[in-house]
């Protein structure tokens, strides 16, 4: 049997496992997007290997899934680094990726994936040295973050690294062989603002996309069942995510208030846990605690720590109203699941998500910056039963229809063989290792 074909992937922020620690700094949705996509992508023949930073006490090697494996090369120390300034450290990591790969030898790679701009550097570094395309995913532009956050600009450039990242973004862009925005405004932002002035041929739209064979809807008797198993009463409006400002969790809180005054049997339940926080999500947990208590609804917001992966599922489909409130969010991927578990979903226009939804069907949507539209947009789905169900019933299908990884390995796997991609003065149709050959 022949070699299956190569694929490399780089995420190297974070905690990247295969089995994904939600909750842990710099880890969340962009490490399922990296291991659902790369599974998939195996599916169809390829070895994915997914190379990472190695830090603490982690393997350099880690297998995931058949054809999906995990390599980590060391930079920067033992020490877990914040992706804001891994980037100083990444020269560092290509030179010890580039040693990892001559050890393993094997075949070359047909292609680079890279997630985020720490890892398009990288991603752009050894495709160079590799002589061998990259695409770039960014999952989220440090320019629109920039002029989506709240808080002083010297503050916020301190903490972000806004100024380099851009920097380094802009290089990226026009370097890399192909970019993949998740969503259409992302793709507008990249052709349009003068920072990045990327060419429209080098852009591509494409979602996420969600595990259809874990998230999925179950019958209204089953959903009160599980409400019941986990301990809750009334009617519960779910939040989920990690812990960070930009999540709106504040503004959530302040629209609830409203939201509380109308529906007595209402609690708001934010998952928002960290195994391990540090000091300032300590303080941000304790900030939206002292917010609700001011606003008089204390007792009707219930703070959960970690949820367990294999748990939520059940905790998208117990609850009767799913809230994304992000003040920024490139996508919402969270939002998606829980559309496919059958959740009545709330997504905020301060991400791409809303508009590939039909307003009233599949979801309802609203600026979170406004806590009265926000309030509003939950209040109408608790109170009126048939457009709860309709946004459950349809949401479900949108979310099959449209977002899951196997349609969405084949777009990227289409990206990766499109013909411009063939080395300048290359014959197009003679396949040499390290080029992707058109289809």
């Known amino acids: 049997m022949p070699s299956p074909r190569r694929v490399m992937f780089i995420s190297t922020h974070g905690y990247v496992s295969g089995e994904v620690?939600?909750?842990?700094?710099?880890?969340?949705?962009?490490?399922?997007?990296?291991?659902?996509?790369?599974?998939?992508?195996?599916?169809?023949?390829?070895?994915?290997?997914?190379?990472?930073?190695?830090?603490?006490?982690?393997?350099?090697?880690?297998?995931?899934?058949?054809?999906?494996?995990?390599?980590?090369?060391?930079?920067?120390?033992?020490?877990?680094?914040?992706?804001?300034?891994?980037?100083?450290?990444?020269?560092?990591?290509?030179?010890?990726?580039?040693?990892?790969?001559?050890?393993?030898?094997?075949?070359?790679?047909?292609?680079?994936?890279?997630?985020?701009?720490?890892?398009?550097?990288?991603?752009?570094?050894?495709?160079?040295?590799?002589?061998?395309?990259?695409?770039?995913?960014?999952?989220?532009?440090?320019?629109?973050?920039?002029?989506?956050?709240?808080?002083?600009?010297?503050?916020?450039?301190?903490?972000?690294?806004?100024?380099?990242?851009?920097?380094?973004?802009?290089?990226?862009?026009?370097?890399?062989?192909?970019?993949?925005?998740?969503?259409?405004?992302?793709?507008?932002?990249?052709?349009?603002?003068?920072?990045?002035?990327?060419?429209?041929?080098?852009?591509?739209?494409?979602?996420?996309?969600?595990?259809?064979?874990?998230?999925?809807?179950?019958?209204?008797?089953?959903?009160?069942?599980?409400?019941?198993?986990?301990?809750?009463?009334?009617?519960?409006?779910?939040?989920?995510?990690?812990?960070?400002?930009?999540?709106?969790?504040?503004?959530?809180?302040?629209?609830?208030?409203?939201?509380?005054?109308r529906h007595e049997d209402v609690k708001l339940l934010l998952a928002i846990g960290s195994t391990e926080p540090n000091k300032q999500e300590r303080e941000m947990v304790k900030e939206l605690k002292t917010l609700s208590e001011k606003l008089g609804i204390g007792k009707r917001v219930i703070f959960e720590d970690y949820i367990p992966d294999d748990a939520l599922p059940d905790y998208y489909r117990l609850c009767d109203v799913f809230a994304l409130s992000s003040r920024y969010e490139p996508f919402g991927m969270t939002a998606v699941e829980a559309m496919a578990c059958g959740a009545a979903t709330v997504v905020t226009t301060e991400g791409g998500l809303w508009e590939r939804l039909d307003w009233g069907l599949n979801a309802l949507y609203a600026n979170p910056f406004d806590e009265f539209e926000y309030g509003s947009a939950i209040h109408h789905i608790l109170a009126h039963d048939r457009l709860s169900q309709q946004v459950s019933r349809n949401g479900s299908h949108r979310a099959r229809a449209d977002f899951t990884w196997i349609g969405i390995a084949q777009q990227i796997i289409r990206i990766a063989k499109a013909p411009a991609f063939q080395m300048e003065d290359e014959d197009p149709t003679v396949h040499q290792p390290g080029v992707i050959a058109p289809t």
């Open 21 to 261: 620690e939600f909750g842990k700094p710099d880890t969340g949705g962009q490490v399922v997007y990296v291991l659902e996509l790369a599974k998939c992508i195996a599916r169809f023949g390829y070895q994915v290997d997914i190379f990472t930073r190695r830090f603490e006490d982690q393997p350099e090697q880690e297998d995931v899934a058949p054809g999906v494996q995990i390599l980590r090369a060391p930079c920067g120390g033992p020490d877990f680094i914040p992706k804001e300034t891994l980037c100083d450290s990444i020269p560092e990591w290509i030179a010890n990726a580039m040693e990892l790969i001559e050890r393993r030898g094997g075949e070359p790679y047909q292609f680079i994936n890279s997630h985020y701009w720490d890892a398009g550097l990288a991603g752009q570094g050894l495709s160079r040295r590799l002589e061998i395309p990259h695409i770039h995913t960014p999952h989220s532009l440090g320019a629109w973050k920039r002029e989506n956050m709240d808080g002083e600009p010297d503050v916020l450039e301190k903490q972000y690294n806004f100024k380099r990242r851009i920097k380094e973004e802009r290089i990226v862009f026009h370097d890399c062989e192909a970019i993949v925005a998740t969503t259409a405004q992302q793709r507008d932002i990249l052709l349009g603002d003068p920072e990045y002035d990327v060419s429209r041929d080098k852009v591509h739209v494409v979602p996420p996309g969600y595990d259809d064979t874990r998230f999925f809807p179950v019958s209204t008797a089953t959903r009160q069942a599980l409400k019941q198993q986990y301990g809750y009463e009334g009617r519960i409006v779910l939040a989920v995510g990690r812990i960070a400002r930009n999540k709106g969790y504040d503004l959530l809180i302040k629209a609830m208030q409203k939201v509380c005054h």
